[in-house]
């Protein structure tokens, strides 16, 4: 009986070790993907939000930001949804750097702006598939305040961030909507090719007037 009783208090202690461990690694993650998110937004406040920069260097910041600390590639591949089977490696690489151009054509000046005072990070926690969900409000001096949530999952030791939330309104879902329009009346994913080439050629026009 003695050493059932040990038997069992050791099958105890393992399985507390066994449960514990992936509960302070689920901890680690979130506190790691919180200050991520609180150190990008200081730095996209500075890099981003000074008047005194032209919109074209901030351009080039943003762009920078986004090919960074965004994963593109699987951004991408989420919005076009179930096209994505249906392009061949040349569409999807064309896409995916028209897309980084439509983002950055988009939002450049929209995001400076959300920016506000900067990012507070509220808290975290451990999603399915080993993301971890950021909660933020971004304190606009004008406004009310803004919920922003942000999705990242580590990608070579790194967090990157595969969608932003705000107000409740994921932007990947609202792409993927956007971009199955435009497919349905432009006949394929061709036609959506097509368009976004000639949105980023009209931003490159605006932008040098």
């Known amino acids: 009986m003695y050493a059932l009783r040990i038997a069992g208090i050791a099958l105890l202690l393992i399985a507390t070790i066994i449960v514990a461990q992936p509960a302070a690694a ?15 937004g200081s730095e996209a406040v500075r890099e981003l939000t000074d008047p005194t ?29 179930r096209y994505w089977r249906s392009t061949n490696e040349p ?3 064309e896409f995916q750097r028209l897309f980084v151009d439509f983002i950055v054509g988009s939002y450049s000046v929209r995001f400076s702006e959300y920016l506000g005072e900067g990012v507070q990070v509220t808290g975290s926690r451990a999603e399915d598939g080993g993301t971890v969900l950021v909660h933020s409000r971004i ?35 609202t792409h993927r909507s ?10 394929g994913v061709s036609g959506l090719i097509e368009a976004l080439r000639t949105k980023t050629l009209q931003s490159a026009e605006s932008s040098t007037r």
């Open 26 to 40: 689920t901890a680690d993650a979130s506190r790691a993907a919180s200050a991520f998110i609180q150190k990008l």
């Open 178 to 187: 956007q971009f199955a329009s435009l497919i349905h009346d432009r006949g």
């Open 139 to 173: 304190d606009m001096p004008s406004s009310d305040d803004i919920r922003v949530d942000w999705l990242l999952r580590r990608a070579n030791d790194e967090f990157a961030i595969i969608d932003i939330i705000v107000e409740d309104v994921s932007m990947d879902v």
């Open 53 to 81: 920069v032209p919109q074209s260097e901030r351009d080039v910041r943003f762009r920078r930001l986004l090919v960074d600390r965004f994963d593109m590639p699987a951004i991408s591949k989420f919005v076009l949804g």
């Open 91 to 93: 569409q999807r690489a």
